[in-house]
């Protein structure tokens, strides 16, 4: 069966210091990996997918950047956290055919920027 | 672009009472249309999807949704709802193609009174 992994769980972080998030996924070969953000009492944003190693695109312009250097690994980035970067970060996958949408998601990572 | 609204931010139901969350969507050509639950913390958990054919879909603990295209909703339902069942529930829709991107309402959170 697949897992997808995601860490750390928490973090907290000074405004200006740099940001790394991994997120992995096990038992599963090709999978469409994303990026979601959500805010306190809000929805689920989409920051960036990727269908392939290499291969990001960014939904959201912002303060933060994806790579994709394995095909079951997807890590979020930043150079220097804003306050407004604070959220619970979910990764998730995706079979990545056509036609496949559901998307299986992650624990989460609860960022604070302080 | 598609969109998903749901409507009630917040709902409260007792123990054993039914439940009806309900979804509005967007989107130009056939939907396909999902339901999430999310516990505090926690990631987003799928209950049901809707691709086509029966109307009328069954997911896990217990829940239902019903696809009416000529009122464009998608609507969640549990004839008995349980304490545990409290958490907050995501419609959302997929947009066609090789990336499968799924488009979130803003949620509503289920509170359960004994």
């Known amino acids: 069966s697949q897992t997808i992994h995601q860490w750390p769980a928490t973090l907290v972080q000074p405004v200006g210091s740099p940001l790394s998030l991994e997120c992995t996924v096990e038992?599963?070969?090709?999978?469409?990996l994303y990026w979601y953000r959500q805010a306190a009492g809000r929805g689920l944003q989409l920051l960036f997918y990727?269908?392939?190693?290499?291969?990001i695109s960014s939904e959201v312009p912002q303060n933060l950047s994806a790579s994709r250097p394995q095909d079951r690994q997807f890590i979020l980035s930043s150079k220097k956290l804003l306050l407004s970067d604070s959220g619970f970060y979910l990764c998730?996958?995706?079979?990545?055919?056509?036609?496949?949408?559901?998307?299986?998601f992650g624990p989460g990572t609860r960022l604070t920027v302080t | 672009a598609q969109s998903v609204t749901q409507p009630d931010i917040h709902i409260t139901v007792s123990e054993g009472a039914s439940l009806e969350l309900r979804c509005n969507y967007s989107?130009?050509?056939?939907?396909?249309l999902f339901w999430y639950v999310q516990s505090p913390g926690q990631g987003l958990q799928l209950l049901l999807k809707?691709?086509?054919?029966?109307?009328l879909v069954q997911g896990i603990k217990g829940f239902e949704a019903e696809f009416k295209r000529s009122q464009s909703s998608f609507n969640l339902r549990k004839p008995s709802v349980h304490w545990s069942d409290a958490a907050e529930y995501f419609c959302?829709?997929?947009?066609?193609?090789?990336?499968?991107?799924?488009?979130f309402g803003t949620g509503t959170r289920l509170q359960v009174t004994l």
């Open positions: 959302a829709v997929a947009s066609a193609g090789t990336a499968s991107k799924l488009t």
């Open positions: 990727s269908v392939g190693i290499g291969q």
């Open positions: 998730a996958w995706s079979v990545g055919l056509a036609g496949n949408y559901e998307q299986y």
């Open positions: 038992g599963t070969s090709n999978p469409n």
């Open positions: 989107y130009g050509a056939t939907p396909y």
């Open positions: 809707y691709f086509s054919g029966d109307t």
